[in-house]
């Protein structure tokens, strides 16, 4: 499996993020809380059937944008590294809960269990 992340795998308008938010299943292990949503398109064949992901750092748990940033960086990766355990396409939202920044391989941990979760 290819292990980049473009643009075409990043869910972005308001549509999609708000249907994710209203009709979404939600999951959470550790620091991570996720709202899933399998892809309406999912029928067509082709490079439009995958998963797309948008990542969420709240503003109230980390006011400086480094820290957000960083954050959002490991999710995105520990993500990217892993998206192969996914069988069918889906719209996921990632949101960051703990309150303090936690290590890169505890992120890491926490998606293979929210991904295994899905399968």
């Known amino acids: ?16 993020i ?11 292990h550790g620091c991570l809380r996720c709202k899933v949503l399998p892809r309406q398109d999912s029928v067509m064949p ?13 503003k109230r748990l980390f006011k400086r944008a480094v820290k957000r940033n960083l954050l959002k960086r490991r999710i995105r990766e520990a993500y990217r590294r892993q998206k192969g355990l996914l069988t069918a ?24 269990a929210i991904l295994s979760q899905l399968c």
């Open 46 to 58: 082709g490079p439009d059937r995958v998963s797309r992901i948008v990542v969420s750092v709240p």
């Open 1 to 16: 499996m290819d292990e980049t992340l473009p643009k075409s795998e990043r869910l972005s308008g308001l549509t999609g």
């Open 89 to 112: 396409p889906v719209d996921i939202l990632f949101i960051y809960s703990a309150p303090e920044v936690l290590p890169y391989e505890v992120v890491y941990a926490d998606m293979t």
């Open 18 to 28: 708000s249907a994710l938010f209203s009709h979404g299943k939600s999951y959470s």
